[in-house]
């Protein structure tokens, strides 16, 4: 048996990344030797049964949205955590929002924009009324696909919102209610297997981000009875091992913003000094009967 960490090649062509590093050195403290390896090392032959290369004795633990590639893993038996399925319903911010909703929790009033193939032209000025007059502004605009909160935008007026909505061409986007109580603020909680094993608050002063990647800090927190039982259930509906939820300040109670399933743990670390990656590890050597 096997264990591999799979990252993407193409945005960390020269160094591991951070997550990838401390993974590694968990399993070797954990006696789970891991096996770095990006996505580009893979020459998955779709068209025959074990082209990935890898098979039922192997596991991979996934820190990258190369949610082909994991299908293809998953076909060949290969014990992939997280699912191909939860990465990809997590990747896609309109996605993640749909899975929550039908699971009965709270989120920011979400718009869904309509597809487009080309790009976002004056066929879809009338949405974008329509948004304006249901959520107000400022608004929240997120594209679906995005990491670091570096596709999120606050939009301030009608001209800003469709000069954005034509910069995406033809790439999906959610539209949401600004939640002004949590500006520049919000609690992250990292969930593994059914618990939550560290959290912070994270905040920015200069930004109504609190992604400490755009300049937010963090410190470590105590979550309520209320947020740990959200965490946990969207990490359920979501099908996910292991995940950094994100959880808003609402004058209606707490919100799910968004739900990450290859988090980064650094900053968590730091500030709480709990080993997240050790944690993970163990939840996926147990899940193996290891």
């Known amino acids: ?8 090649g193409f945005w960390n062509p020269d ?3 951070d997550p990838v590093s401390r ?3 968990a399993g070797e403290r954990c006696g789970f030797p891991l096996i770095a390896r990006p996505n580009t090392a893979f020459a998955a032959e779709i068209s025959r049964s074990g082209g990935s290369g890898l098979g039922r004795e192997d596991t991979v633990l996934c820190w990258d949205k190369d949610v082909r590639l994991l299908r293809m893993l998953e076909a060949d038996g290969v014990a992939v955590f997280n699912t191909a399925e939860s990465v990809a319903v997590c990747d896609d911010k309109s996605l993640t929002h749909i899975a929550l909703t039908r699971a009965g929790l709270p989120t920011p009033q979400t718009l869904l924009a309509p597809m487009t193939y080309v790009a976002y032209t ?4 009338n949405f974008l009324d329509a948004a304006a007059d249901t959520l107000g502004f400022p608004l929240v ?5 995005g990491s670091l ?3 999120v935008y606050l939009i301030h007026n009608r001209s800003e919102l469709s000069a954005t909505a034509a910069r995406m061409q033809h790439r999906p986007f959610i539209l949401q209610r600004f939640v002004a109580e949590s500006a520049g603020e919000d609690k992250r909680l990292y969930v593994v297997d059914g618990c939550v094993v560290a959290a912070m608050r994270r905040r920015s002063n200069a930004d109504f981000r609190a992604n400490i990647g755009a300049g937010g ?3 470590a927190y105590l ?3 209320e947020e740990t039982r959200l965490a946990l259930a969207a990490c359920e509906a979501l099908g996910l091992l292991f995940a950094g939820v994100d959880i808003l300040d609402s004058a209606d109670g707490p919100l799910l913003c968004e739900v990450n399933a290859s988090a980064h743990m650094a900053a968590l670390e730091s500030c709480t000094g709990v080993n997240v990656a050790e944690r993970i590890v163990t939840a996926v050597k147990n899940r193996r009967g290891m």
């Open 217 to 219: 800090s963090g410190e």
């Open 223 to 225: 979550p309520t009875a």
């Open 23 to 25: 993974l590694i050195a």
């Open 1 to 8: 048996m096997a264990g591999y960490v799979l990252y993407n």
């Open 141 to 145: 605009f997120k594209e679906c696909f």
């Open 15 to 17: 160094r591991l990344p």
């Open 122 to 125: 004056e066929a879809g000025e």
């Open 149 to 151: 909160g570096e596709q």
